[in-house]
């Protein structure tokens, strides 16, 4: 299922459903010119993907050979079928991202994150069950590895003669990256902005203050002028300036709900404090949360905590092996 949303050049979205994923779907974008293409993001590693992407590239005529794919992110929902689709062409990403789960992908490994949830409160048999085929995600991701044309901050693709520069937008990932049309006044979103659920700020390895360095890119992005923003997920139901100031005060009132249960109940660990948030999920407390929430939630609320610790609003101290956190 296809639909046309822009012409000159000719823009296409592709709804690629994402059944495993409360996200719904992933909103697969093509840049079509008379003499090449660009396919923006895949959806996950699965067959349902695989068939929505490819039925959309062919009714809309798009030729693989003449094309090039550009990823907003490393996450599986966008890169899962990136060589199955491109057999062998040119993929774009992020430096920062591909290297995430390339040359680093050790060091940002699940060992490493499942010492520091360990450390952070995070149930050991939670973690196991992770790890398990039915919850990890692990298995939507690609089943080889590929070779990208790394991007940095400012570089310039040219899509027959039209020219899109990359936005570096860290926080959602450590190498996030939009796509800006500036004649067209179009914006590539990826997950950075969306409009109906916020993104899942989190813990990276290797990152000191992930929600810090997502803030920052909002404020980057409102530089831009933008008619038609584009997001990887659902739908544009409101002003793309208005949402970004949205999300802002979204976040900024989660760092004040945060503070307040630290104050309120010092010593707590990342998990217990997570448990006593609020959460837009359809479940009757924190225990019915399924794992993988279990997993995001404590991830955000972690992002949260190192952003007040970078502000000395907050302090932890480690005991027995787990951080416990305390207001100053």
Excluded at 2 to 11: G, Q, V
Excluded at 26 to 48: H, P, R, W
Excluded at 68 to 91: N, Q, S, V
Excluded at 270 to 293: E, H, V
Aim: hydrophobic residues 35%; glycine residues 6%.
């Amino acid at each position: 299922m296809y639909k046309k949303i822009y012409s000159n050049p000719d823009i296409y979205s592709i709804y690629v459903p994402l059944s495993k994923s409360p996200l719904k779907n992933v909103n697969c974008y093509v840049i079509k010119t008379d003499s090449e293409n660009l396919i923006i993001d895949t959806g996950f590693n699965l067959k349902e993907c695989y068939s929505a992407i490819t039925d959309g590239l062919n009714e809309i005529g798009v030729e693989i050979e003449k094309s090039r794919m550009f990823l907003t992110h490393l996450h599986t929902d966008h890169i899962g079928l990136a060589p199955h689709i491109m057999k062998g062409g040119i993929i774009y990403m992020s430096k920062i991202d591909y290297t995430y789960i390339t040359d680093d992908a050790e060091i940002h490994s699940w060992n490493v994150l499942d010492r520091k949830f360990i450390s952070e409160g995070f149930p050991m048999e939670l973690i196991k069950n992770i790890h398990t085929k039915k919850d990890s995600s692990d298995k939507y991701a690609p089943d080889m590895p590929f070779r990208a044309a790394i991007l940095n901050d400012g570089d310039k693709i040219h899509i027959g003669p039209y020219e899109l520069t990359c936005v570096l937008t860290p926080g959602h990932t450590p190498g996030h990256m939009c796509l800006y049309m500036e004649k067209e006044e179009i914006m590539f979103l990826g997950d950075h902005v969306l409009f109906d659920i916020t993104p899942n700020i989190t813990f990276w390895a290797g990152v000191k203050n992930s929600l810090k360095d997502y803030i920052e890119s909002l404020d980057k992005i409102k530089n831009f002028k933008v008619k038609i923003p584009l997001p990887a997920h659902r739908q544009v139901d409101k002003d793309f300036y208005d949402r970004v100031d949205e999300i802002k005060k979204h976040h900024f009132k989660r760092l004040d709900e945060c503070f307040g249960i630290i104050k309120q109940n010092p010593g707590l660990t990342a998990y217990d404090i997570t448990g006593l948030m609020k959460w837009s999920i359809r479940c009757n407390s924190w225990l019915d949360f399924p794992t993988t929430q279990k997993w995001f939630a404590v991830g955000e609320a972690i992002a949260h905590m190192d952003y007040l610790r970078a502000i000395n609003k907050i302090y932890r101290r480690f005991e027995n092996g787990i951080y416990h956190y305390y207001a100053f």
